[in-house]
């Protein structure tokens, strides 16, 4: 019992760590869902169980032997919110433009793009775990998705937060995902493995 409850806190643990960075943009999500109605909060909440639950599928696979992920290659991830960020900035002054993200997997996506680094710590976690503690380090992650989208909508909802994005959202919402896709570009390696292949 006291191992079980030893791994729910080390899993966690794990979590906050490689995923506070998610609480911005799932604050964001959110304060967009309430100004524009897209993606709707329960797309925000099933994109990022999607995402999430396929970062720790592939990080589980891979710990198992059945796929091998070049580390320096999942920085390429990173491409995805510079995308989305540049296109609605493209599209800034227009009243149609589309939302940065939409729909459950375009929420999923980003997830995904933005946890491409947590592969790297899930997996060393998952070859140490038996069965049952891998169980239980999901039924962890389930619950704290669910708490950190709670938090998100609640960020979401604050006054002060709300008017921010609301004055200055045109040009916020994007340039933080093109910061966040050049952060994981910048500190996945992907950048100096891609210019000693030029070389």
């Known amino acids: 019992m006291l191992d079980l409850i030893g791994t729910a806190a080390a899993a966690a643990v ?9 609480i911005v943009i799932l604050t964001l999500l959110f304060v967009t869902a309430r100004a524009t109605g897209r993606p709707s909060a329960w797309q925000i909440v099933a994109g990022q169980y999607l995402g999430i639950g396929g970062l720790v599928l592939v990080s589980a696979v891979v710990a198992a032997g059945l796929l091998v992920v070049p580390d320096e ?3 390429l991830l990173g491409l995805l919110p510079i995308a989305l960020g540049v296109r609605a900035l493209l599209h800034r002054d227009d009243e149609d433009a589309p939302p940065v993200v939409a729909g459950t997997l375009g929420v999923a996506g980003v997830t995904v793009a933005n946890g491409a680094d947590n592969v790297a710590v899930y997996v060393p976690v998952f070859r140490t775990l038996g069965a049952a503690d891998t169980a239980v380090l999901v039924l962890v992650f389930v619950v ?8 998100g909508a609640w960020l979401g909802s604050h006054p002060r937060v709300t008017r921010l994005v609301e004055r200055a959202g045109r ?5 933080v995902f093109v910061a966040i896709g050049v952060v994981i570009l910048a500190t996945s390696g992907v950048v100096g493995h891609l210019l000693d292949l030029a070389r």
Request: net charge negative; charged share 10%.
């Open 171 to 175: 040009w916020l919402v994007p340039a």
């Open 14 to 22: 794990v979590f906050a760590a490689t995923d506070i960075d998610d």
């Open 73 to 75: 290659w999942t920085g």
């Open 144 to 151: 704290l998705v669910a708490l950190w989208c709670a938090a």
